[in-house]
C-alpha cells in the first residue's frame, strides 16, 4: 500500500513539474511568433514603396488610356509629387523617386542616393539582382528599393529615335527641357524609391 502511494504521489510530482515547465517554453514560442510576424524596417519600407508604386502606376495606366503618352507626361508633371506625398503622410513616412538621369530635378540623387546606385548598377552588370538597402542616417531609418525599367516605360524613357514618338518627345522637351531620363533599355536602373521611417 505504501509503495502504492508512493507511486502515485511521484507520478503527480512529475506532471506537475511537467506542466510548470511547459508554461515558459509555451511563452517563449508565442514570443518567437510575434517576432515572426513583426515586419523588418527593410520589409516596411518595401511595403510602402511597392503601394506608391501601385498608386503611381494606376494613375498613369488612366492616363495613357484617357489621354495617350503625353498625357501621360503631363499627368506625372502635375501629379506625381503630390500623389507620393499623400500616401506617405498617411502611413507615417517619407517616400521619393531619385535617378542620377533625372527627368524633374528635383528628383537628383544626393551623395548617399548614388553611392546605392552606383553598386545596384555593379549588381546588374555581374548578373546579380539588385537588392534594398537600409542605412541610419540622422536616428532615421532610410530604405533603398529600386526602380527598373520595363517595355512599357520605353515609350517615355527609350531610344529617343525609335522607340520615343516625336509627338512624345516633343512633350518631354516642353515639360522637361534639362531632361536626362532617356536611352534606357528594358531592365536597366532607372532610379530609387528613398524611403524614409521612424526607428522602431
Not at 509503495?3 to 504521489?9: E, G, R
Not at 520589409?43 to 510602402?48: F, L, N
Request: glycine fraction near 4%; charged fraction near 25%.
Amino acid at each position: 500500500m505504501k509503495l502504492l502511494i508512493k507511486s502515485t504521489l511521484a507520478l503527480a510530482l512529475i506532471m506537475a513539474v511537467s506542466c510548470t515547465n511547459s508554461k515558459p517554453e509555451q511563452k517563449q514560442n508565442n514570443k518567437s511568433n510575434i517576432e515572426k510576424t513583426t515586419p523588418s524596417p527593410k520589409e516596411k519600407g518595401m511595403e510602402y514603396a511597392l503601394k506608391t508604386k501601385a498608386v503611381l502606376g494606376k494613375g498613369l495606366m488612366n492616363a495613357i488610356k484617357a489621354n495617350g503618352t503625353e498625357g501621360a507626361l503631363s499627368f506625372c508633371n502635375e501629379n506625381a509629387t503630390d500623389l507620393t506625398n499623400s500616401v506617405a503622410s498617411k502611413m507615417n513616412f517619407t517616400i521619393k523617386r531619385v535617378s542620377d538621369k533625372y527627368r524633374n530635378p528635383n528628383n537628383k540623387a544626393n551623395v548617399n542616393e548614388l553611392a546605392y546606385i552606383e553598386n545596384a548598377k555593379n549588381q546588374l552588370v555581374h548578373g546579380d539582382k539588385i537588392t534594398p538597402q537600409i542605412q541610419e542616417i540622422d536616428n532615421k531609418i532610410v530604405g533603398y528599393y529600386p526602380i527598373t525599367i520595363n517595355k512599357k516605360c520605353l515609350q517615355c524613357h527609350g531610344n529617343p529615335t525609335s522607340e520615343i514618338q516625336p509627338k512624345t518627345m516633343s512633350k518631354i522637351k516642353e515639360l522637361y527641357p534639362d531632361d536626362l531620363a532617356i536611352g534606357y533599355s528594358a531592365d536597366e536602373l532607372r532610379g530609387v524609391w528613398v524611403v524614409t521611417m521612424p526607428k522602431q
